[in-house]
């Protein structure tokens, strides 16, 4: 496959990662990450975790502890890009750029904001008491953080599902304003588990406090579920599996064949005791494996910090080159010659890098990128046909910046310094292309 769907999924570092977290969240992005026709970005959302939090301490403890749990339900760091959201300069950079094409009044409608506008209006507040800038620009940051890799999915529960549209209007915005410049991203719900219920029935979420950690120990789970709200019904009595919040947690574990077994015991009147023991079971059947691994993990927090700096590395070699191109599209620009002006576009004429495009013993067709002097700065992967080959090129050739983020599963991977030095490369000879043109 030529192009890969990328998906991209952030979760804010302001807690204990919790079942509903694994069931809305992790469990499906990390089933998708295995894709062979998915390329994924899983970041740690320390800035979003910010406009929430004011104890510092909290915010690398939730970071290590959300980082332990991806990895320990198998994210392989090696195949997607996992990174932490504050060692991408990029984003709050990009924050900015895309703060002046979004429209306050949109900002004025955001779920959250409009939440807690509504409730200090019904208390007889000023709408704005005790609303931070922060929280108002929200879907901002969400929106540079989804841009910025030019995610086409965002996996998220439907309560984020506007942010994702936010999104999407700031790129429609800036492309028309200054060119094709960002993929519109779309949200992707799983509908069968968007959400779980927490321990009252409601939600499972932080603010309502009623979750159950994910990685409990065993004793604790058991205990946890044992205060999952039931009604009076006594043992032999049937029970409704409509409304029961027992009952949905179990579904989202279990299977078809099991989820109908424990539909018949409603019916025929399983005791809300037993009951639980069969969920408490059928969740740590799934989770002590992981539980294991997470705690070994835990163990290592440098191991950890290690991991998340060698995906940001990653990750920056995409952001810096398509930052520097959409600084340059809104007029952020150099003054000096070495900028994409004229006078430049006259000496690489005389020194220009080209493309070659070659079949390879394999069968497959292939192309380098090489500079005036014959060095390497891009390596392709094997291409279907020579047509495949040059379409990429030509993408190449006209939205570098974009082309490169887009065609990076069928290039060699490159490290940051590599990548600056084909972006450069690829923008001088479209911009010696443009003015030839003339
Ligand atoms: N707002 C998301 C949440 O609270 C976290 C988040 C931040 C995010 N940036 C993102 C999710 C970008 C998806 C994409 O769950």
Known sequence: MANKIRFLTGITTSGTPHLGNYVGSVRHSVRFSLRPDVESYYFLADYHALIKVDQPERIPRSTLEIAASWLACGLDPERVTFYRQSDIVEIPELTWLLTCVTGKGMLNRAHAYKAASDKNTARGDDPDADVSAGLFMY????????????????????????????????????????????????????????????????????SYDNTIPLFAPRGQLQKLIAGIVTDSRAPGEPKETEGSALFQIYQAFADAGETEALRKSYAKGIGWGDAKQVLFERIDREVAPLRERYEALMAHPAEIERILLAGADKARALSR??????????????????????????????????????????????????????????QSRGFESPRDAGQAIARLRQQPGSALTELAAKLETLDAEGMRLATGALEALAADTTAGDK
């Open 139 to 206: 879907p901002v940051l969400m929106g540079a953080d989804i841009l910025l890799f030019n995610a086409h999915k965002v996996p998220v529960g439907r309560d984020q599902v506007q942010h994702i549209e936010m999104a999407r209007d700031m790129a429609q915005r800036f492309n028309h304003l200054y060119g094709e410049h960002f993929t519109l991203p779309e949200a992707e719900i799983d509908e069968a588990v968007a959400t779980l219920p927490g321990l009252d029935g409601r939600k499972m979420s932080k």
């Open 321 to 378: 080159p398509f930052m520097t191109r959409l600084r340059e599209a809104v007029g952020l620009r150099r003054l000096d010659a070495s900028a994409s002006g004229s006078s430049t576009a006259k000496t690489t004429r005389q020194q220009r890098a080209s493309f070659k495009q070659y079949k390879d013993s394999d069968g497959m067709f292939y192309f380098k990128f090489l500079d005036a002097d014959g060095n390497q700065l891009l």
